[in-house]
């Protein structure tokens, strides 16, 4: 089972600053999510593995809504390689 978008919201809950960054690590069912490093920022193969899992758990909760979510507010971000901060969730 992927991760799902209450993973992403629990931890970016947990989280007291808003520029952190998220990371998911392994792929499918072995896919764990978690905070990201305050002093080291996540390379871009650990962001594009996190933004793919995160609009997967946008498309399977919300649908093409959240799949429209996704590429209105995080495309770009994912288009540069840059990571998922928790503000983004």
Do not use: C
């Amino acid at each position: 089972m992927a991760i799902s978008i209450d993973v992403f919201k629990n931890l970016a809950n947990a989280s007291w600053r808003d520029g952190r960054k998220l990371v998911v690590h392994g792929e499918g069912d072995q896919a764990t999510a978690r905070l990201g490093s305050f002093m080291f920022s996540p390379g871009k193969a650990e962001n594009a593995a996190t933004m793919k899992a995160f609009k997967e758990a946008l498309e399977a909760e919300y649908g093409v809504f959240g799949t429209h979510a996704f590429d209105s507010f995080l495309a770009t971000r994912d288009l540069r390689g840059k990571g998922l901060r928790v503000s983004g969730v």
